[in-house]
């Protein structure tokens, strides 16, 4: 998955449905379309969204594993996420 995608995913499965102007790349949104991981919505009679779909739910979970594997909810892996984050971070400031 290219930053793009990955950036664009996190961003439908953290925030979304996210309206088209407010995702991060529309080139990874668009791969993200074709690869079944989002879906276009609509969202009060309003065209325009884009919302991560049950794949994209799994495909997040997978790319922010924990210590024993694959994480079980978006809340784990989001935790996963940002705790990766800040180490990374703290390692660069180092």
């Not at 995702?23 to 993200?32: F, N």
């Not at 074709?34 to 997040?60: H, M, N, P, S």
């Not at 210590?67 to 400031?93: C, F, H, M, Q, Y």
Request: charged share 25%.
């Amino acid at each position: 998955m290219t930053g793009a995608e990955k950036d664009t995913l996190i961003a439908l499965v953290e925030q979304g449905p996210l309206w088209d102007g407010d995702v991060p790349s529309k080139t990874g949104r668009d791969a993200l379309l074709a690869q079944g991981l989002a879906v276009r919505v609509v969202v009060k009679g309003e065209d325009g969204w884009q919302a991560a779909t049950y794949a994209g739910r799994d495909a997040y979970r997978e790319m922010f594993p924990g210590p024993d594997g694959p994480a079980a909810t978006i809340k784990e892996a989001k935790v996963n996420r940002l705790t990766r984050r800040a180490i990374n971070s703290a390692l660069r400031a180092a």
